[in-house]
């Protein structure tokens, strides 16, 4: 145990979230995405595990650690519902309210079709498989800065 960490951020979580740099992406997947075999082709080549952990819960503690990026729009985003890209399924929902929070303010998540979602997974840092049953618990965030000053 580390003070003031979140308990839910493992070992192989903290070196992922501190070697990540600004603008790197971080897809926070539910217990059904292609998690294993896309994970091999990010940055970090291999999948993290934040088990037992729903999307929600899983956000909120990486966001106890990790700033989003506040230099572009796309600084957080959700897989859209097949033939409902506008609809937000509850989990979804819970994941807006968990960034609103730490951001203080609200900024929507972008929405990205689902085999997009897929391709950007490829480009990103690292993957996070959650426990995440709920379908489209699904998220991509991007680290953003914290200068000097705090």
């Known amino acids: 145990m580390l003070k003031g960490i979140d308990p839910r951020l493992n070992a192989d979580m903290l070196h992922a979230l ?3 740099g600004h603008g790197d992406m971080l897809i926070v997947a539910d217990a059904n995405f ?4 896309l994970a091999r082709q990010t940055v ?3 999948l993290l595990r934040m ?6 819960e899983a956000v ?3 966001l106890s650690v990790m700033p989003l990026d506040t230099y572009v729009e796309d600084f957080a985003g959700r897989m859209e519902v097949i033939g409902a890209p506008e609809e937000l399924p509850t989990v979804q929902q819970e994941v807006q309210a968990t960034i609103d929070a730490a ?3 609200r900024r929507p998540m972008i929405g990205i079709e689902r085999f997009a979602f897929y391709e950007l997974t490829k480009k990103a840092f690292a993957v996070v498989l959650t426990s995440e049953g709920r379908g489209y618990g699904d998220f991509m965030l991007r680290k ?6 705090g």
């Open 144 to 149: 953003g800065v914290i200068l000097a000053d």
């Open 44 to 46: 970090l080549g291999r």
């Open 103 to 105: 951001e203080g303010q």
């Open 60 to 62: 909120e503690a990486i």
């Open 34 to 37: 292609p998690a294993e075999s």
């Open 18 to 20: 501190r070697s990540m």
């Open 51 to 56: 088990e037992n952990l729903t999307a929600p």
